[in-house]
Antibody, heavy 122, light 109 residues
Framework: QLQLQESGPGLVKPSETLSLTCTVS??????????WGWIRQPPGKGLEWIGS???????YYNPSLKSRVSISVDTSKNQFSLNLSSVTAADTAVYFC??????????????WGQGTAVTVSS | QSVLTQPPSVSAAPGQKVTISCSGS????????VSWYQQLPGTAPKLLIY???KRPSGIPDRFSGSKSGTSATLGITGLQTGDEADYYC??????????FGGGTKVTVL
């Protein structure tokens, strides 16, 4: 059964880079032709798609975050990672990693990690 | 301001039916499939509907989805107290971005 697990620091200082990793178990990132995505949810607010990566490394990013976002994949560790630079308090959120229900789309997330809370504060 | 528009809240008594609307444009809903998610407090979203009207394995048929033009609708019949949650619609947008609605809180009276 496919499972996703986010990990990373729960506290990041303003202007620094937020770095999170999603570890995939129950399936191999490189054996299935899926996109793997990051979504976030600020406290008390709705969902925001951050971006997605294909196992080969091709990426799609939310235009509103594109200048600060980088998503990478490490097939040897069965992980994909998120880097968000120059963070501010507005980046405080629960960050989820997820995989779509179909391999030919980047949305329609069928499997989600439990989420990890990140606070941006000095 | 979300790209997709949902009502902030809907409510109904146990056993009744509720519908949640999701309004978009030809840039998103009009030309792409719609998904619906249920998010219980403190948990990750759960996919209820994909491809406008398909249910993943394990999702009861009390949940249904439809799409017409640039709008989509989630229906929940036989409302239960366990259905109290936030519900989100989502799709792809021509800006090359996945987009979500602002969410609708369902209250069981």
């Amino acid at each position: 059964q496919l499972q996703l697990q986010e990990s990373g620091p729960g506290l990041v200082k303003p202007s620094e880079t937020l770095s999170l990793t999603c570890t995939v178990s129950g399936d191999s990132i490189s054996s299935d032709t899926y996109y793997w995505g990051w979504i976030r949810q600020p406290p008390g607010k709705g969902l925001e798609w951050i971006g997605s990566i294909y196992y080969s490394g091709s990426t799609y990013y939310n235009p509103s975050l594109k200048s600060r976002v980088s998503i990478s994949v490490d097939t040897s560790k069965n992980q994909f990672s998120l880097n968000l630079s120059s963070v501010t308090a507005a980046d405080t959120a629960v960050y989820f990693c997820a995989r779509p229900v179909r391999s030919d789309i980047l949305y329609g997330m069928g499997v989600w990690g439990q989420g990890t809370a990140v606070t941006v504060s000095s | 301001q979300s790209v997709l528009t949902q009502p902030p809240s809907v409510s109904a008594a146990p056993g009744q039916k509720v519908t949640i609307s999701c309004s978009g444009s030809t840039s998103n809903i009009g030309n792409n499939y719609v998904s619906w998610y249920q998010q219980l407090p403190g948990t990750a979203p759960k996919l209820l509907i994909y491809d406008n009207n398909k249910r993943p394995s394990g999702i009861p048929d009390r949940f249904s989805g439809s799409k017409s033009g640039t709008s989509a609708t989630l229906g929940i019949t036989g409302l239960q107290t366990g259905d109290e949650a936030d519900y989100y619609c989502g799709t792809w947008d021509s800006s090359l971005s996945a987009v979500f609605g602002g969410g609708t809180k369902v209250t069981v009276l």
